[in-house]
């Protein structure tokens, strides 16, 4: 199973030999992976037009949601919130003023950085930052540890003009490369390698504007740099020519790490930038278009090789849609999900790792429209999905979410996540199952545990994800533990009998 194999390895470097070794058990577990279930949703409760511009998970399994809000002309407001898997709020920063987040990443320190765009002056947990104009959008970034404390913060505008962040993007040797809009003779976009402070180290001007877009931006281990966008046939990226038979095209170009452009792939679209996606996951870049051939217009998936040999195109759902808006990202093991915003609805789909759609469900949210302003994460077993809805009520899986805001384009956030069903059987994974009672299993309000031959363990509940969800020690033979604050699911637990007995048991809670 796929999501044990990368589970593992992605553990290890942040786990004790304890803590692997229980994974190892964990592996000899059969499971029976099928169709994305729904897990939990929950209404953001943010002010009305708040758009969704990023959702993010950290190594510790919580999250973070960028959004800002707007009136009818202006951005007011922006925001960060932290919430831990059972949705609660750990912290958040609100900054006002024509303001907004463009992005937002987790690094190896498992801290976020933030990037947006501002007008006038803006507040950072104290520090003022300023634009270059009152008129002009500068650019502001930041570093945030895990209790929400900024470790630096600064603002940057490396053309004294119109400037705004886009799409960032940490490497594995921790350098950052970000996309930007700029105006005057610059061109109508750049992008840039950054350093672990947020300083400007690299800049290309492409100084043609008839590049319209970078969307999207990626970076491999030797700093060769990915990006997707729009433009029209007679863009130059540097001595590249782009299809001249196309009005006008999507495009995928790599860089190298002086950036120079080494290939260029395109595909022919009518109108809408910022209508594409682009993730890595091994060695294949998964180019997502709008692509415009015929009327109506269709989703294509193109899989490329990072030499640009194309290795796979697909087409994606709804055949007969008409300028959809959408978004998809891809795990470790090739499976793909889809967010397509479109007739009033967003329309989700998982992909197998074959392409073979074997899920997919319809959220009703009362939106539609350019650009789709979303959060969309994923690990190896779960998706995790945040956007606008302006319906007075959201059905998502069991829950029904109720709008809160009741005026004004009323509207709010939701947030959802799906993961890989689990089959309910699993075998004892040792021998020593006799040395411990778990019940009632499954549980609800509380769980027993009775010892039986050992005057003390070590007990620890882990999600399926490998999270520590629980830890006591059990002095004597009989342990009561609360399940309140754990969300219904399937969940194991480890027992350590004084250091000479292991036993692992499954737990399913209501």
């Known amino acids: 199973m796929p999501f044990f194999k990368s589970g593992i390895l992605k553990t290890m470097n942040k786990m004790t030999a304890k803590h692997f070794f229980f994974l190892l058990m964990l592996s000899s577990v059969t499971f029976i992976s099928s169709a994305q279930s729904w897990q939990w949703a929950y209404s953001s409760g943010m002010p009305t037009r708040t758009n969704a511009i990023a959702f993010k998970k950290d190594l510790n399994g919580d999250f973070y949601l960028a959004s800002y809000t707007d009136s009818n002309n202006l951005r007011v407001a922006t925001y960060l919130q932290k919430r831990d898997d059972a949705q609660q709020l750990l912290w958040q920063k609100q900054i006002t003023g024509e303001v907004s987040f463009s992005d937002i990443e987790v690094n190896a320190s498992n801290h976020v950085i933030a990037v947006g765009f501002f007008i006038g002056n803006i507040d950072v947990d104290g520090t003022t930052l300023t634009s270059i104009s009152s008129t002009k959008n500068s650019a502001f970034i930041f570093e945030c540890d895990e209790a929400g404390v900024i470790q630096w913060v600064h603002s940057f505008n490396p053309i004294n003009g119109d400037y705004r962040s886009g799409d960032l993007f940490i490497s594995s040797d921790g350098s950052m490369y970000l996309t930007s809009q700029v105006s005057g003779s610059f061109g109508g976009c750049a992008f840039h390698k950054l350093n672990s402070q947020g300083d400007i180290v690299k800049s290309e001007f492409n100084n043609d504007f008839l590049i319209r877009t970078f969307s999207h931006i990626l970076a491999d281990s030797v700093g060769n740099v990915y990006l997707s966008g729009t433009c029209s046939s007679t863009a130059m990226f540097d001595t590249i020519q782009a299809n001249l038979t196309l009005s006008y095209e999507n495009f995928l170009v790599k860089y190298d790490s002086s950036f120079t452009a080494q290939w260029l792939r395109t595909s022919e679209y009518i109108t809408f930038d910022h209508n594409n996606s682009l993730v890595a996951s091994g060695n294949k870049l998964y180019w997502g278009v709008d692509e415009f051939t015929a009327n109506p217009d269709t989703i294509q998936i193109y899989v490329y090789d990072y030499s640009g040999s194309l290795i796979r195109k697909v087409a994606g759902p709804m055949p007969d849609s008409f300028f959809p808006s959408f978004t998809f990202t891809v795990n470790s093991s ?177």
Request: glycine fraction near 6%; aromatic fraction near 12%; include cysteine.
């Open 334 to 510: 090739g499976e793909l999900f889809m967010a397509v915003n479109i007739y009033t609805r967003v329309y989700c789909y998982h992909y197998d790792s074959s392409f073979n759609i074997d899920w997919s469900d319809t959220l009703y949210t009362s939106t539609s429209g350019f650009p789709f302003e979303h959060g969309l994460t994923v690990d190896d077993s779960s998706f995790y999905l945040a956007a606008l809805y302006f319906s007075d009520t959201l059905q998502i899986g069991n829950t029904m979410l109720v709008n809160p805001n009741s005026a004004g384009h009323a509207s709010d956030i939701f947030v959802a996540k799906w993961s890989e069903q689990l089959s309910n059987s699993v075998t004892e994974l040792n021998d020593n199952s006799n040395l411990v009672s778990v019940y009632p299993n499954p549980a609800s309000e509380e769980l027993n545990v009775q010892l039986y031959g050992s005057p003390e363990a070590d007990i620890s509940i882990y999600s399926t994800l490998s999270r520590l969800v629980y830890h006591s020690k059990l002095k004597g033979t009989e342990l009561k533990i609360p399940l309140e604050n754990l969300l219904s699911g399937i969940y194991f637990m480890e027992i350590n009998c004084e250091g000479l007995h292991t036993v692992v048991k499954k737990l399913v809670v209501q």
